[in-house]
């Protein structure tokens, strides 16, 4: 796959909005992934998990309970289902009549804006399961504007194996000992370590551009953070608060 441009340090990261502009919007629904492109973010960040009968949808835990008004593990209910339930009044009232997105329409709305995707599959799906989530993307013909990401490296081999020219992105809590060498044996082109990670080895930002790894780092919302992260040479900054971000890189 292409490699990223690395910056130097100082350089403005792009934004990714994590979850769409998930602040102000209900987490991942296609309101806050229309509120991130319209924000300008470079990136809007949603996580998929696949239904019992196969189809990917895009909520961020294993459940529907928290995001949802139904109750269940959303890898046992059927799309019918899943697409029933009310994703928005758990936000506010404002949002109720928000849906769990397929990842299909997610899809559909990228094709109206300029966001690329940073997509994270979640684990623990089946090599089936992230085929399928692939080809959506082969299908869309949006290869080129999508970043595949995910803590889990069954995954990114899944993810590899399909489609070899998508570029990969492995999150990571804790640093590993050594993250180029990692980074390298999965074939990923970013490595996206939480902000609290990070901060324990401040350096790995230079190794991993030396090695041409762009670093994604998550999930960061303040000006203190964002100033920090941004002097050590991040390409992507991964935030709740996407028009906010944009917003600061502006008055710098
Ligand atoms: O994009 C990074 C971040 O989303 C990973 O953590 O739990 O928010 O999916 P989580
Ligand atoms: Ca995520």
């Known amino acids: 796959p292409p490699r990223p441009v690395v910056n130097e340090p100082g350089d403005l990261p792009v934004t990714a909005a994590h979850r769409g502009y998930s602040a102000v919007n209900p987490e991942n629904s296609l309101a806050a992934y229309a509120a991130a492109m319209k924000a300008g973010a470079e990136y809007v960040e949603i996580d998929v998990h696949t239904t019992a009968d196969g189809v990917p949808v895009v909520l961020h835990d294993q459940t529907v309970d928290r995001t949802t008004d139904g109750t269940g593990d959303v890898a046992l209910l059927d799309a019918a289902t899943v697409s029933g339930f009310d994703a928005g009044s758990w936000f506010s009232p404002a949002f109720t009549g928000e849906k769990v997105p397929t990842f299909a329409q997610v899809l559909d709305l990228m094709g109206t804006g300029s966001s690329d995707l940073l997509l994270e599959i979640k684990g623990p799906e089946t090599r089936a399961e ?8 082969l299908d869309a013909g949006l290869e080129d504007r999508v970043v595949i990401q995910s803590f889990d490296e069954n995954v990114l081999t899944y993810a590899y194996e399909r489609a070899p020219q998508i570029p990969l992105g492995l999150l990571r809590g804790t640093l590993d000992a050594d993250p180029v060498a990692t980074a390298e044996r999965l074939h990923a082109a970013y490595y996206n370590p939480s902000g609290s990670a990070l901060a ?10 030396a090695a041409g790894v762009g670093v994604f780092v998550w999930t960061i ?27 600061w890189k502006a008055a710098q």
Not at 200 to 209: I, K, M
Not at 221 to 236: H, I, M, N, P
């Open 200 to 209: 324990t080895r401040p350096s790995v930002v230079e190794d991993l551009n």
């Open 221 to 247: 919302d303040s000006a203190a953070d964002w100033t920090r992260f941004t002097d050590l040479g991040v390409e992507g900054m991964i935030t709740n608060r996407p028009g906010a971000f944009v917003g």
């Open 130 to 137: 992230v085929h399928r989530t692939v080809d959506l993307v």
